[in-house]
């Protein structure tokens, strides 16, 4: 009987979806992810592969409050541009969900549920500023300030950005309200805290045990907290946006964000229908392996607060390796949206070039040890010279030379291996060995390195038997060193496909072979090779079609964080107004006109707004407005409306909505309001 498949869970981190993933990310953590997912199919392990998106907490609350968004619409926004990105590289996630799921919810109470029962919860006072305004506490971005450490004037209630200090809400000097920018007084809460303390023993044990599994780094950082002391945790908070904390006393409280957050791996998990992979139980013990696949700025959640986070409920499996992985740069600086530095994923797509080569170089970049830097010159050059001028080289001109001079039609039958043969499958397969071997160690970068050493020896193997010449006086002999080559394109079709799953596909489809790549095929010795429709893998590179990539690639077609806060701060200030009393010059400051609405389409991105052109007589403006809850479109058309036509454009979901339309809201909704009689289109209202 075969023994059972030892299984493996994967988890990548989860992307916090206020924007959008840039090549940094791709390689800290989801590419890296991927390709051992993939390498471990091919060894036959039972491979599960999780990944999701991590969607609560003030930042997305704040963002879309700003917006005029509630944190669901936003989070669709960004969770459908993050899934089509990884999509398109070919992240073969079995689930990419979403912390905002109802699944999500249950499983986190029922988890902490869990650790409540088992002691490990606490209650404990806490200050926090008070917007009297606003009417509500101010955690963590709800309050803005004077950073204590550096003077920086901007700080946020949990972080300094500047000099990148964590702070208390109460720590900020001069503080205001993020969101009206009044100056809170000081309250205190009673929270909800993790008592992680009582874990550290544990905790330090369980670190120790995993000399020789993870790397040395991190461990060094895990245990270097430990030795710092661990102390409780405060995990709830008191917004709205998250999940539910499941005790009366705290009914309008959520969790922390990064108490909810991880969690997910397991929801996600339940979502397949495998809540065995995480369970702890006699039958599974020793028999799930689960690896984190993480940045670095996130070590310390999967070593410390997560699993201690397992250990006070008991009832799951630990992690098995945390692999933090170091920063990508670019071009000798740091990835920056405000600065529009760095490759941002939402355009790859169209950057005209298949995923295999985006993959092929970021491969080399995962910053396994070291931060790694991207570089353009650097791309141009290493898909030239080893995607193209080595490996596509070979499989392509094998294949080939096989369709026009053997009709595609090549077997083992009656072929006898000379030593050239034997010694050239030999060094083929000691090399996949010790690829094998590479990437089971986690070093994956090395694994690439020796696939292409691989066709190398492929390479230089045709070139050597030149079997072109044998055509004519020793057709044998060229047919043998063939089916040799089509061989290695088999071998390399299989074990490729962890670092580039098109091209794998590619040539089994060119060797009309149907199998699932396995890294066991290399040892298969007699295949029957079909080859047809054979195509060019990759096409070469040169610095005219980096150009075109580099600006299909930068067209970013959402806000540059700069752009962002200055229309919140915009906001903030039009919101700071709004209360004064004004004067009749500032009504007159006010552009009333009366217009038709023309057009009135659905977003499919938002249950909240409809888009509608308005025509104002002399012009016709496009108009978002939050009011699909309460009117059909079709019912709109023609209804007359009185619109504000000097407001300051403003974008949302990628529209640029320019005005807005008059309306009252009681109890029942929003109503529009509509002048008694026809009017003519953009007569003024005053
Ligand atoms: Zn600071
Ligand atoms: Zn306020």
Redesign the pocket.
Known sequence: MDKPKEKILITSALPYVNNIPHIGNIVGSHLPADIFARFMRTLNYDVTFVGGADEHGTPIEIAAQKKNLNPKELCDYYYNIHKKIYEWLNISYDIFSRTSNEIHHRTTQEFFTEIYKNGYIKEGKISLPY????N?V?PDR?VEGTCPHCGYEKARGDQCEMCGNMLNPTELKNPR??????K?EIVERTHLFFELNKLSAQLEDWIKSKKGIWSSNVIAESLGWIKEGLKERCITRNIRWGVKVPLEKFKDNVFYVWFDAPIGYISFTNELKKENLWKKDSNNAGNVKIYHFIGKDNIIFHTIFWPAMLLANNKFNLPYNVVGLQYLNYEGGKISKSQNRGIFCENLSDSGIDSDVWRFYLTFLIPENSDAEWKWDEFLNKTNSELIGNFGNFVNRTLLFIQKNFNGKINFKELNFGDDEVEVLGKVRRKAEEHKQTMLNGHLRDGLKKILEISDIGNEYMQKKAPWKNLKENFEESRKTMYCCALICYELANICHPFLPNSSGKIFGMLNLKVEPKFENVYKEDIEFEIKNVVTLFKKMDEKIIDEIKGNVSKIGVETKEGKKAEEKEEIKMENEENKEITYEDFKKLNLKIGTIEQAEEIPKSDRLLKLTVNLGPEKRIILAGIKKFYDAGDLINKQVIVLTNLKPRKMLNIESQGMILAAEDEEGIKLLIPDKKAKEGSEIG
Do not use: D, M, Q, T
Not at 131 to 134: A, Q, T
């Open positions: 917007c009297e305004k606003c509500r101010l709800y309200c993020a969101i009206c920018g009044s809170p």
